[in-house]
Antibody, heavy 122, light 110 residues
Framework: QVDLVQSGGGVVQPGTSLRLSCVTS????????MHWVRQAPGKGLEWVAL????????LAASPLKGRLRISRNNSKNTLYLYLNSLTVDDTAVYYC???????????????WGQGTHVTVSS | QSVLTQPPSVSAAPGQRVTISCSGN????????VSWYRHVPGTAPTLLIY???DRVSGIPDRFSGSKSGTSATLDITGLQSGDEGDYYC???????????FGGGTKVTVV
């Protein structure tokens, strides 16, 4: 059974940093590109970033470039998202997601974490 | 605004049909496969359709997807109250080199 369990988040102050984690099980994590997606209150889904299966390549949404780092530990089957210089616009539910198919470059996300709430507020 | 354009809402009576459109351009839908998701607030999104028109195993055949040029469509027939939720199209954008979602369409069964 594929499982993605997220942790991290909560209420954080503007200007600070956060780390979100996504611990996976039930599949060969090291064979999958992984993604982060977020949803701000009252808004739609927004793609955040991806990291290749070997961790060597990353892509991020333009508004977040420079403030975001995505990494993974394939020995721990864990995905991470680091976001710094947080603003109120980063308030959202953040999801980690796995695409359909090993070593696939297709943007079909068929397994998702439960979501973690991040609220940026003073 | 979202790169992909969807109607904000659609509604129909039980048993009826709804069609959700998703409009993009030659960098995204025109060049790549489209997927569709259903999202009920407070839960994780669910992949319904991938590869423009392939249904995920377990998704009823009442759900069907199609693509033509730079637009895609999700059809839901035999609408049921359990189909309510927010529906999103998604694809890759080769010009921006990012994943893109539509703005979402709220489906209401009236």
């Amino acid at each position: 059974q594929v499982d993605l369990v997220q942790s991290g988040g909560g209420v954080v102050q503007p200007g600070t940093s956060l780390r979100l984690s996504c611990v996976t099980s039930g599949f060969a994590f090291s064979n999958y590109t992984m993604h982060w997606v977020r949803q701000a209150p009252g808004k739609g889904l927004e793609w955040v970033a991806l990291i290749s299966d070997d961790g060597r390549n990353m892509l991020a949404a333009s508004p977040l470039k420079g403030r975001l780092r995505i990494s993974r530990n394939n020995s721990k089957n864990t995905l991470y998202l680091y976001l710094n210089s947080l603003t109120v616009d980063d308030t959202a539910v953040y999801y980690c997601a796995r695409p359909r198919g090993e070593r696939s470059l297709k943007f079909y996300l068929d397994s998702w974490g439960q979501g973690t709430h991040v609220t940026v507020s003073s | 605004q979202s790169v992909l354009t969807q109607p904000p809402s659609v509604s129909a009576a039980p048993g009826q049909r709804v069609t959700i459109s998703c409009s993009g351009n030659n960098f995204n839908i025109g060049k790549n496969y489209v997927s569709w998701y259903r999202h009920v607030p407070g839960t994780a999104p669910t992949l319904l359709i991938y590869g423009n028109d392939d249904r995920v195993s377990g998704i009823p055949d009442r759900f069907s997807g199609s693509k033509s040029g730079t637009s895609a469509t999700l059809d839901i027939t035999g609408l049921q109250s359990g189909d309510e939720g927010d529906y999103y199209c998604a694809t890759w954008d080769n010009g921006l080199n990012v994943g893109v979602f539509g703005g979402g369409t709220k489906v209401t069964v009236v």
